[in-house]
């Protein structure tokens, strides 16, 4: 298995790598943020790998520039601590959802300084906005979105593991799931990364091993990660499954395979499903796959002995899913937002009478004793100057 060191930005990306990092020995990770209490709820991220961004305690208030001038000004700290913390590793995952402040704000300065800094391949998780956040957190998106553009472009980063929360909040809130759907989506990403990497690692005939995986984590644009158990073992059902887990997964939909540039697909098989390994089923599956993965320039089939049939597919060098080319249209929407102002001439309203309603009339008396309706004699220099001035202090 790969060696993974985490740098997790603002409160997802603390949240993700806390997730991560237990579930082996062989993660490292930090965090960084502005916000104090956000560092302070983790618990598997080392307290000397929580880097807190000086300048604003309280987190970036969704304002990305903060986070960016913040991470600057902190960026020798910053450099120091990733440094130590990726030392050994093989692979570095910078994780930060986007829309946000701090996460966004210093991913941008990541991505257009931090490069360069590390010998290590680089990869990203990331979380894109729901269609039901605001314009803000799309345009803030927006902004990230297009740095990491140009990263791939330029092929300073390999693969990016994007995280779609619309389709995460719609299918808990569709199951009625208890609990919070952003942990589950935490934990899920973790357990679907760490047997992605640890399939390298089991038992049996296998044409896909860790440097394998490194190269397909390697490759330039989004990664997509489907996952399925097999359940009917006749050729045509797994095909289906494995395309639909590719199509519709969590980590998987929205993208346009013909994009792809690698494919790999990993079988654990028990010895019912050990039918799945025979050259025919794989005679079968490539020429299907061949017009899923028309311009795939590799491909790789591995074998896993295991008590459960599962596949785990894992497709590379895709550009960026369908959703975040909509976020543009979607902010148009709110710029013409129209607000109705209140405009009129008070002249115009009738006038009703004060006099009949006994709360509003003046009680007899009541003046002398009450401080509130007490006029104050003495007034200060600047105060004296200003009841000249002010009708409200002047007496009609
Ligand atoms: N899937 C998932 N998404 C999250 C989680 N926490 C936050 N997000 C999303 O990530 C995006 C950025 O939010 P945060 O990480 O809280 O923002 P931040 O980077 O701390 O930025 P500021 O608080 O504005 O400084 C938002 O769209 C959140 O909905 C999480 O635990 N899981
Ligand atoms: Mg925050």
Redesign the pocket.
């Known amino acids: 298995m790969l060696k993974f060191g985490f740098i997790g ?5 603390g ?2 790598v806390d997730v991560l990092l237990p579930l082996s020995e062989h993660y490292t990770g930090m965090a960084v ?3 104090v209490n ?1 560092l302070e709820g983790l618990t598997n991220v080392p307290d000397g790998f929580r880097l807190q961004l000086k300048g604003n305690s309280f ?5 990305p520039e903060l ?1 960016y001038n913040a991470f600057l000004d902190n960026g020798p700290e910053f450099v120091a601590t990733a440094q130590t913390v990726t030392k050994d590793c093989d692979f570095i995952w910078v994780v ?9 704000g210093a991913l941008q300065g990541f991505l257009q300084h931090g490069t360069e800094l590390f010998e290590q391949p680089i990869g990203l998780i990331i ?1 894109i ?2 269609d039901d ?1 605001g314009a803000v ?1 799309k345009a803030n998106a927006m902004g990230a979105l297009k740095y990491i553009q140009d990263a791939i472009n330029e092929k300073r980063i390999g693969a990016v593991l994007i ?1 779609d ?1 619309d389709r ?1 909040f719609r299918q808990f809130a569709a199951e009625n799931r208890p609990g919070d759907w ?2 589950h ?2 934990l899920l990403l973790a357990k679907t990364l760490h047997d992605l990497n640890t399939i390298t690692i089991e038992s049996g005939q296998s044409n896909f091993d860790r440097t394998d995986l490194l190269k397909i984590l390697c490759s330039s644009g989004c990664l997509a990660i489907g996952s399925a158990n097999l359940r009917d073992l006749d050729q045509d059902s797994v095909y289906q499954t494995i395309r639909n887990s590719i199509q519709k997964g969590f980590f998987s939909s929205g993208y346009r395979l013909e994009e792809a540039e690698y494919y790999a697909l990993c079988f654990t098989l028990n010895e019912e499903g050990s039918k799945v390994r025979s050259s025919t089923y794989e005679q079968h599956f490539v020429t299907h796959l061949k017009s899923l993965f028309p311009n795939a320039t590799d491909s790789f089939f591995g074998y896993y002995t295991n008590h459960k049939n599962h596949v785990l597919s894992v497709v590379s060098g895709l550009g960026l899913p369908e959703r975040v080319f909509q976020f543009k249209d979607q902010i148009k929407v709110v710029e013409s937002r129209q607000v109705k102002r209140l405009d009129l001439d008070v002249s115009d309203l009738p006038a009703f009478s004060s006099t009949t309603n006994p709360l509003l009339r003046r009680k007899a008396g009541a003046s002398e004793d009450n401080p509130l309706l007490k006029r104050r004699t003495t007034l200060s220099a600047g105060t004296a100057q200003a009841s000249r001035d002010n009708p409200l202090l002047r007496k009609r």
């Open positions: 930005f603002g409160q997802y990306g949240r993700q943020n502005t916000a956000d987190g970036a208030g969704r304002t986070a930060a959802g986007l829309g946000g402040g701090t996460g966004t979380t906005p729901r956040d957190q995280v929360n995460f952003r942990d989506s935490n």
